[in-house]
């Protein structure tokens, strides 16, 4: 899957069991590991009471972090075959094109986000159809006040490791709305794909058969710098928001055509060097993107500290953005062990929602 100048410095403690244990105290490794039977129990996951709704004319996902990345990926991935936008909201209230007419799934792994609540409240004001996704808390007790759908999470999980809980209902949900989502063939694949690279990146297998620690190594302590493409952009933000929230590390993201009229001429400054660009290719990219890549990696490559090329697996959409999410996801956690952190937690992020509570 990936290519490049990637050094491997082997051995522990990537390679080495007791110490990421101990390094893993809450044992994020097996969420990840189970990441394939998430997706499958996802698929399982139905609101209730059952959404019952004409088609709607706008879809908007709405909810912060771990649970808003399930909206970008359910736009992305239907974007070739939805005739309505479906929009990721992250922030309080909602646009003013949210109305009657549109669907909003509020989505929030623990409940509690004020902006998802806030969102969820918007809509009713709006005279939206609404539907949750969640574990419960705030949200759950809103939507049930309004008879509204909610779709009940397993409890346990962190929302960025919860992606697969979160995701898969949306794919329900847009069905019982009349909207088309993803063939069933399609979604079998995607299961498969990321079933197979479960055992791939796990932590028992070692460093020279393992991507995801590979380029964990490679990126080292450098700055990751994330490119996707067109279709992939929203991945690249994925893969950092899983380096900040997991590695406690600060990493970029951006995508092509995009960074070729901005961001490419920052790799001349001097802590380029420092940096390690990472480039999300995918088979079904446009042409034009692939050869942007390759203008691309002519001039970065000189001056970047590294520079590793990974490519999506599978043949559909879903299975290919899943994989190279699903590798993000590996990479940042390892990037947590060699840092020494503690993947799981994230005590500055519940410090803000702390202070902030109401
Ligand atoms: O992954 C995380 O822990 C965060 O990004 C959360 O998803 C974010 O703070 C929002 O919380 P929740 O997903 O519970 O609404």
Known sequence: MS????????GPPLDDLDAIERLDPHAAREVLRRFPDQCREGLGLHPSPPVRLALPRLVVVAGMGGSAASGDLLATCLADRLSVPVLTHRGYGLPALV??????IA?????????????????VKAGAATAAVTRGGRLAALAARHGAPVVTLPPGLMPRMALGSLFFPLLGILESAGLPTVPEAEVAEALETVAALADELAPARPVEQNEAKRLALAVGDRVPVVYGGELTGSVAYRWKTDVEENAKRFAVAGALPEMNHNEIEAWRAPEADRLQAIFLRDRGEHPDVARRFAVVRALVEPVAGGLAEVWSRGEGRLARLLSLIYLGQWTSYYLALLRGVDPWAVPLLEEVKRRLRP
């Open 107 to 123: 989505a929030s792994y623990s409940g509690e986000t004020v902006e998802a609540v806030s969102a969820f409240e918007a809509a």
């Open 3 to 10: 290519e490049g100048r990637v050094r491997v410095p082997a």
């Open 99 to 104: 109305g009657p007419g549109a669907l909003v």
